[in-house]
């Protein structure tokens, strides 16, 4: 049997619904039963009211048969109309059995009439004159009822109905009361629910202005052309154009959003309206709706009473999906598989585009394994991740896009019963700002032109803003900071938001009161970074063996960081334990760039695998598994190049050739290589084959590839062995370091608070050699160390540093230089 897609087009046949008999015939369409009788009845209903009304006039003395009889004498009008409605269905009944009768009358009669109806009269009036006919009709009839019940003239019972309702009228009343109150409760409830989530602040109380957003100038330009439309409109409105009435400002959070709205309010001086996220969420369907409607209402008023009025919603992504879950949300960190095992932060060391690409692989769909972050958005389903109930987003768009429609019930009813075109409402100027760290979960019709009209992305400030916004917080405290300071502050701090900044701020500000001053000075700002960066440590010890290795751990990092990275420069150096990490080396960028570029990952990943091979060379082949984070991050950067970025072998994309439906990607062999790679066809081959999507050489280039970087950094720090020796010592003596200082222990010169030229001196790198193989010795018979950490050069004493950066004095736990067998800090 073929099927619809095999036949041609001479063979398929269009399936279109037949025509009913009655059409085909040329007959009258026959009516229901329903239909054909109900005017009989009903003529004959209020023949019977008559007769029983007469019968109760005349009882006893009359019968049943008397007053039929006296009121067929006396309503014979009633009967002829009862007659002519049975000539009238007689004629439907005719014209639905014969076609020629139906065409005489509807070809010839009527259609002239209807002819020459709409020649003398409009559709609007012929409808009017009907509903008058009708009106006229019914009440006749009642007028007729009320006649015979009140035993008068049925104009005269027209007249006394009036007054036989205000004699009803407390039965009446009782009766309204009752089903009143019974509303009123159900109104009352859903009033009560449908309160708050809205503040409203007056002109008076807004003192925000442009002035006070720091950092977001490009924005801050665009949002002042807005207010320019806003304050005239008929500079747009004259010549044919019309006033944004939405704007969306998304971008990460504490980047300004809130207080860029706030901030047109008290520029404009217009009342400012402010949402909260949750103010439509409700228990119950509908009342979401009826705070949308009461809302907008509110604003009119206000619009009309000041002449516009701004509606600030905030975390607009909380109303604005009816859709799917979608989930876009990029934390500031991820964790996986990596960290879940005791080891060093390896998103640390790495550059903040290579962090950003890591964490949202953690957060992939596909990520497994006992650490892989699976994030699950609430509100999935067939709700989508709504936050109300399915109408309160609906209302929100007809609110949106209804303010030109005409308000008012003596506006849209009774001016329309009257004939009378409805008042168009006046021009309400009602700006909509709305703010979202998550913009495409916001629906499409949200965003759409005359709902939200421009869409601005608020980012992470410049330097330049970053200086601004510095400069702004500093000015309202008491400080010694110089501008280079706040230009070097300013550069260390690249992802830093105008949040973060008065957070950071205000940390210098209470470290300064903690030391007895009131001044801020440069050590007040660093140790309030690197609280904020690495948050309070934890008070723990490590063992000596312990100690050493994570501080050798780290310091591979740092030395491989400072020998091969000229991007980023490094921040701080600690081993002091926090939530998920032993020790960390921090780096940042030295320069505002929007690029990346193969040599940078590729010192990403030297910086990475320096771990495994500073680990492997210092401890004779032994390894821990804190570098677990450092190959997964390794591993991950060198795919991307390899089968994405086109930095490696082959240059296709994998996920677009995973899109497209064809297998391998990643590209093709190395020159001078056979297809397939250098891996051959043996079992591994076929193996590692089949674990790829299509196949390829993809994971052998990879393996390979860091191979090749693991040799490289062995042979860095093979070069730099005293520097890692030197920078492990200043680890395990301070504990945390900060880059300057770091670079001073390397690189042998005078730091800031450390100084690095006594490693540099004679006799020191014995000295270093003999405590390492010392404590390798312990590490590989599980015992204490058998001699104490050397003290080299008289530079800072142990916790000072310690102090000037965290604030917490060592003084009362154990020193380095303690007796053999005891357990270091």
């Known amino acids: 049997m073929s099927t619809p897609s095999q036949l041609s087009g001479s063979q398929r046949e269009v399936k279109t619904r037949p025509e009913p008999d009655w059409k085909r015939r040329g007959t009258r369409k026959p009516m229901t039963p329903f239909d054909r009788f109900k005017f009989l009845l009903l003529i004959a209903a209020l023949f019977g009211v008559l007769v029983w009304n007469e019968y109760l006039q005349i009882e006893p003395l009359g019968s049943w048969g008397d007053a039929f009889a006296q009121e067929t004498a006396s309503q014979q009008w009633l009967l002829w109309l009862l007659g002519l409605e049975a000539v009238r269905q007689l004629h439907f009944l005719i014209s639905e059995r014969n076609p020629a009768y139906n065409r005489l009358w509807t ?35 009642i007028a007729i009822v009320l006649g015979k019940v009140l035993g008068t003239s049925p104009v005269g019972a027209l007249f006394q109905a009036p007054a036989l309702i205000w004699q009803a009228m407390p039965m009446i009343a009782q009766i309204v009361f009752i089903m009143v ?3 009123m409760q159900f109104v009352a409830i859903f009033w009560f629910m449908s309160r708050g989530g809205v503040e409203t602040h007056f002109p008076d109380d807004i003192e925000t202005r442009f002035s006070d957003v720091w950092g977001q100038d490009h924005v801050v330009a665009r949002v002042q052309e807005n207010m320019l439309l ?79 009025v701004i509606v600030f919603f905030d975390e607009a992504d909380s109303l604005g999906n ?52 699976r994030f699950v958005v609430p509100g999935g389903g067939g709700r989508g991740g709504f936050g109300g109930d399915m109408g309160t987003l609906q209302a929100l768009l007809s609110e949106l896009s209804g303010l030109k429609k005409p308000r008012g019930f003596v506006n849209r009813v ?157 921040d701080l150096a600690t081993i002091e334990k926090g939530s998920d990490y032993l020790g ?57 190049m390899e089968s994405h970025w086109g930095m490696g072998a082959g240059i296709s994309s994998l996920p677009a050739l995973q899109r497209l439906g064809i297998g391998g990607g990643g590209g093709g062999p190395e020159p001078g290589r056979g297809p397939g790679g250098p891996e051959g066809d043996g079992p591994d081959a076929e193996a590692a084959k089949k674990e790829e999507p299509g196949g390829g050489a993809l994971g052998a280039r990879i393996e390979r590839n860091l191979h090749k970087h ?60 003999e405590y390492h193989r010392t404590a390798v010795e312990a590490h590989r018979q599980h015992s204490p160390v058998g001699v104490r950490l050397p003290h080299i050069g008289p530079d800072v004493v142990p916790g000072e540093l310690a102090v000037a950066m965290t604030g917490h004095p060592e003084g009362d736990k154990s020193t380095p230089h303690e007796e053999p067998g005891t357990q270091a800090p």
């Open 414 to 570: 009774v001016r329309r019963t009257l004939g009378m075109r409805p008042k168009p409402p006046p021009k309400y100027r009602i700006l909509v700002m709305m703010a979202s760290n998550q913009p495409d979960s916001l629906d499409p019709a949200l965003l759409r032109p005359g709902r939200i009209d421009r869409i601005y992305r608020v980012g992470y400030p410049s330097k330049a803003g970053r200086i601004r916004t510095y400069q702004g917080y500093f000015d309202k405290t008491t400080h010694e900071l110089t501008d280079e300071q706040i230009d070097k502050l300013a550069t260390i701090t690249p992802y830093a938001t105008g949040a973060t900044i008065k957070d950071l701020v205000n940390e210098a500000l209470i470290s300064a009161i903690r030391d007895g001053r009131e001044t801020i000075v440069w050590k007040d700002v660093i140790r309030a970074k690197h609280l904020k960066d690495l948050g309070p440590g934890e008070d723990v010890e490590y063992v000596e063996r312990e100690r050493h290795a994570t501080a050798l751990h780290e310091a591979c990092h740092a030395v491989l960081a400072w020998a091969t990275r000229r991007h980023l420069d490094i």
């Open 230 to 308: 806003l304050e005239n409109p008929e500079s747009i409105e004259d010549r044919g154009g019309h006033v944004p009435s939405g704007i969306l400002l998304w971008g990460p959070p504490g980047t300004g959003k809130t207080l860029m709205a706030e901030a047109v309010a008290g520029e404009t001086g217009k009342p400012y309206v402010a949402v909260d996220p949750g103010a439509f969420q409700a228990m119950f369907f509908g009342v979401g709706i009826l705070k949308v409607k009461a809302l907008f209402r509110k604003l009119r008023k206000l619009a009309l009473r000041y002449g516009g």
């Open 107 to 141: 070809e010839r009669v009527f259609a002239g009439f209807e002819r020459w109806t709409q020649r003398r009269f409009t559709a609007w009036t012929r409808f009017r004159l009907t509903r008058a006919i009708t009106w006229v009709f019914w009440i006749v009839v």
């Open 710 to 769: 693991l040799e490289q950094a062995a042979a860095i720090l093979t070069e730099n062995r005293l520097q890692v020796l030197a920078l492990t010592h200043a680890l395990e003596f301070h504990k945390t370091l900060t880059g300057e200082d770091v670079v001073a222990v390397l690189e042998g010169t005078q730091g800031p608070l450390v100084d690095g030229r006594p490693y540099r001196a004679e006799g020191v790198r014995e000295e270093l050699e």
């Open 322 to 373: 009816r859709g799917g879950a979608v989930a876009t949300a990029t934390p500031a960190g991820a964790q996986s598989a990596a960290w879940d095992a005791a080891g060093c932060n390896g998103f640390g060391h790495l550059s903040g585009h290579a962090q950003e690409v890591l964490a949202r692989a953690g957060m992939s769909p596909n990520a497994t394994g006992p650490g892989s972050s």
């Open 181 to 183: 109150f019974g509303i």
């Open 584 to 640: 960390m080396v921090k780096s940042i960028p030295s320069e505002e760039l929007f690029t990346r570029w193969r040599s940078e990952y590729e010192s990403d990943i030297l910086v990475s695998v320096a771990s495994l091979a500073g680990e492997r060379m210092f401890f004779g082949g032994d390894s821990s598994s804190g570098v677990s984070g450092d190959l997964e991050s390794a591993t991950h950067l060198t795919a991307l």
